[in-house]
């Protein structure tokens, strides 16, 4: 199982991002999937989740300016934020929770990271 992000790079105060994640393998549920971030020096934190039925959770400084969402056929997640700030800066990660996959026969439920994209906002 991977779990491949894409999106991120440098945006100007003000601007807009668009992050998606796909995950690969041998697949037959995943529940939770989402974006966490962590900036240099801090945690890594969550930005939003949202469950296999299309419910999102968002973090008090992403409400409000983000849109997080998710296609269960194609394992996708992604995640749109408006009005970025330099403070949004940080690599961000997506995850997908207890994924249940199948190789060689044996059956397993774990939680899955992303690489870490980059997010820069200038000022």
């Known amino acids: 199982v991977q779990l491949q992000a894409s999106g991120g790079g440098l945006v100007q105060a003000g601007g807009s991002l668009r992050l998606s994640c796909a995950a690969s393998?041998?697949?037959?549920?995943?529940?939770?999937m989402g974006w966490y971030r962590q900036a240099p020096g801090k945690e890594r934190g969550l930005v939003a989740s949202?469950?296999?039925?299309?419910?999102?959770n968002y973090a008090d400084f992403a409400q409000g300016r983000s849109t997080i969402t998710r296609d269960n056929a194609k394992r996708t997640v992604t995640l749109q934020m408006n009005s970025l700030q330099p403070e949004d800066t940080a690599v961000y990660y997506c995850?997908?929770?207890?994924?249940?996959?199948?190789?060689?026969?044996?059956?397993?439920?774990?939680?899955?990271w992303g690489q870490g994209t980059q997010v820069t906002v200038s000022s």
């Open positions: 995850f997908a929770d207890n994924v249940g996959s199948q190789i060689h026969g044996v059956v397993s439920f774990k939680e899955y």
């Open positions: 393998g041998s697949i037959f549920s995943i529940d939770d």
């Open positions: 949202i469950t296999s039925a299309g419910f999102a």
